[in-house]
């Protein structure tokens, strides 16, 4: 005699769903958003080239972490050569465009300085790709058959997208605030060298100030006048 086994609805209920939404979940890509650190030597200039489709979004945000004075030039120009956005001895900067199909070039100039290397950190986020609309296309075939279901596949398509919105929401948050524990870490160590390096200094000038007191004072108590025998 079998031994009849009831499974929860919501195992029930994936269990249904598992063959539909197998194929679909394949078509969800990652979020398109990428960050990049590196170190740009004194008198250098560092190029980044981005392709973009037509009418989508670009959001480039960008730091200096570690160097003298933490400041760099920044050029942003478009697939024609036209400038878009140009700063000069920038810490920071975030630029959002809406593009057109080509690829894009943005600089970070490090030509002012002589002596100082620069820890910079970009990141790019990139949206309306082309890649959504597409999505929503490989959705439509699998929608019909399945109004049994108290959830229909138009809900899972809206929750799945929004938790992929906040999931990269997060990631590009906590990026943000690994950038700004760096900086602010390469801040609180230059400061403490700083403070170390004018501390021996007061030290040693306080030696030296010490011994000629000690020299002027030994030499007013000196017998100069010279016995005669």
Not at 16 to 24: A, E, S, T
Not at 63 to 84: E, K, N, W, Y
Not at 100 to 127: A, Q, R
Not at 144 to 161: P, Q, W
Request: glycine share 4%; charged share 25%; hydrophobic share 45%.
């Amino acid at each position: 005699m079998g031994v009849k086994i009831w499974l929860p609805f919501p195992v029930l209920l994936l269990a249904i769903l598992y063959p539909v939404l197998l194929p679909v979940a394949a078509a969800f890509t990652p979020s398109l958003d990428s960050d990049f650190t590196f170190t740009l030597p004194a008198g250098q200039k560092e190029c980044f080239y981005q392709p973009m489709p037509l009418k989508a979004s670009l959001e480039i945000e960008y730091q200096v972490l570690d160097g003298a004075g933490l400041d760099i030039d920044f050029h942003l120009a478009s697939p024609q050569g036209r400038t878009l956005v140009f700063e000069q001895r920038k810490s920071d900067g975030v630029h959002t465009i809406e593009t057109e199909d080509g690829d894009y070039m943005f600089c970070f100039d490090n030509t002012f300085s002589t002596i100082s290397e620069k820890v910079i950190f970009f990141e790019l986020i990139l949206d309306n790709m082309g890649e959504q609309v597409q999505e929503q296309e490989d959705w439509k075939k699998y929608i019909t058959g399945t109004d049994m279901l108290d959830m229909k596949l138009e809900d899972i398509l809206e929750s799945i997208n929004s938790i992929k919105a906040r999931l990269s929401k997060s990631g590009h948050i906590q990026t943000l605030l690994r950038a700004f524990e760096a900086r602010d870490r390469n801040i609180q160590e230059s400061n403490f060298d700083r403070v170390n390096f004018w501390s021996m200094v007061n030290l040693v000038v306080m030696v030296v100030v010490s011994a000629i007191q000690v020299y002027m004072l030994k030499s007013l108590f000196e017998d100069k006048r010279k016995s005669r025998t």
